[in-house]
């Protein structure tokens, strides 16, 4: 028979033919690649955790005992990642627990150390997304649960919503027995300080009619973790107590899925910094969508954001981001960034300054 009247005939059972040829290809594409980009991910050979704890550093305000603190609690919040990730645990379990941990330092900006508002208070937002389900959770403007992060992982798989801010986030953190404490538990002498001279420089700011200075340049100090675990999955989160100095109500990026917390299935991006610019950014989303759409590799990408775009756009400040090939980039702007990861051979590596070299995985 000619074949073309053999199409006209049969051709119902020709599509089902080539269904049947096609799918397993189909299948075998989607199993090789992750996200809505078409080139494979290559994967790691082991777990890897990358860690910031905000990129405020400032070499002179910093005392030789604040900088041992800090690199304790980075390389502790490290190794207790890792061993969830040892554990054959996922990526989602990591990140919590590393964030836990830097929370409960007073070192950082999060929840205990977190920075004063305006009025004199600590008001801590958080959120974590799971790079392989798309799944997230988020909460703002809380002032007595004690890891926020919990709250935030809690409002991701407890509740039909993505983000839960004040009072009724923190009704949900009692309904679900996450831990609340007194708002004093978040009170340090030196956070409480950095808003006396914030509000004498905007005094004196206010009085001589000149232009303010970055409100709080100098207080980032936001914490972050990204995760890739046994599986090649990838998660994301942040927790901060923001700005100091910071007017009622405000949220920075922090909280938000895409400005400072984003994870799909090839790249998690946790960021620090002036907030309002990484939200008009939708810098972590953006990074990471340089590397879906764009090809562009992770460092490119988070450079071009972090170092090039926010700065241009008169922000500062810096993030992490990890890929799912195990790929790493720390970009900063400012005198140094908080950071660390931790890889196959299980030893934290730290750094703080700027001029300070810090091996990738
Ligand atoms: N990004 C945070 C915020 O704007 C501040 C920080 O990174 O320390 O709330």
């Known amino acids: 028979m000619n074949p073309v009247h053999a199409l006209a005939r049969y051709p119902l059972r020709l599509s089902a033919c080539l269904l049947l040829v096609a799918a397993p290809l189909l299948a075998l594409a989607q199993a090789v690649t992750s996200g809505s980009g078409a080139s494979p991910v290559p994967r790691p050979a082991s777990p890897l955790l990358v860690i910031h704890g905000g990129a405020g550093v400032v070499r002179t305000g910093l005392s030789a005992q604040d900088e041992a603190d800090a690199r304790k609690a980075l390389a ?16 989602l379990d990591a990140v919590t627990a590393a964030i836990t941990v830097l929370e409960d330092a007073p070192q950082f900006n999060a929840a205990r150390g977190a920075v004063f508002t305006h009025d004199g208070r600590n008001e801590l937002d958080a959120s974590i997304m799971d790079g392989a389900s798309g799944r997230a959770g988020a909460i703002a403007g809380v002032h007595r649960v004690r890891n926020p992060i919990v709250l ?73 973790a990204l995760a890739l675990d046994a599986q090649g999955k990838l998660a994301a989160g942040t927790s ?45 989303h953006e990074i990471c969508a340089r590397v879906r759409l764009a090809g562009q590799p992770l460092a490119r990408a988070a450079d071009g954001v972090i170092n090039r775009d926010v700065p241009a756009a008169g922000g500062d400040g810096g993030a992490i981001a990890l890929g799912a090939d195990g790929s790493v980039a720390f970009p900063f702007n400012t005198e140094g960034m908080y950071r ?22």
């Open 240 to 284: 901060t107590g923001g700005m100091t100095n910071k007017r009622y109500g405000r949220v920075g990026d922090s909280p938000i899925i895409g400005a400072g917390t984003w994870a799909d299935g090839r790249c998690a991006v946790s960021g620090t910094g002036w907030g309002e610019f990484y939200i008009r950014a939708a810098a972590a």
């Open 152 to 224: 935030a992982r809690a409002v991701m798989e407890h509740s039909k919503h993505v983000m839960m801010v004040g009072d009724g986030a923190e009704a949900f953190a009692a309904e679900q027995g996450v831990e609340l404490v007194d708002p004093s538990y978040f009170r340090t002498e030196k956070r409480w300080q950095q808003l006396q001279h914030a509000l004498a420089a905007e005094a004196k700011a206010q009085a001589s009619n000149t232009p303010l200075e970055l409100p709080g340049k100098a207080y980032f100090g936001t914490v972050g």
């Open 76 to 91: 502790a919040a490290l190794l207790a990642g890792h061993a969830r990730l040892q554990a054959g645990e996922p990526a």
């Open 340 to 361: 660390g990861w931790i890889g196959a051979d299980g030893v934290p590596h730290v750094a703080v300054f700027r001029d300070e070299a810090l091996p990738l995985p």
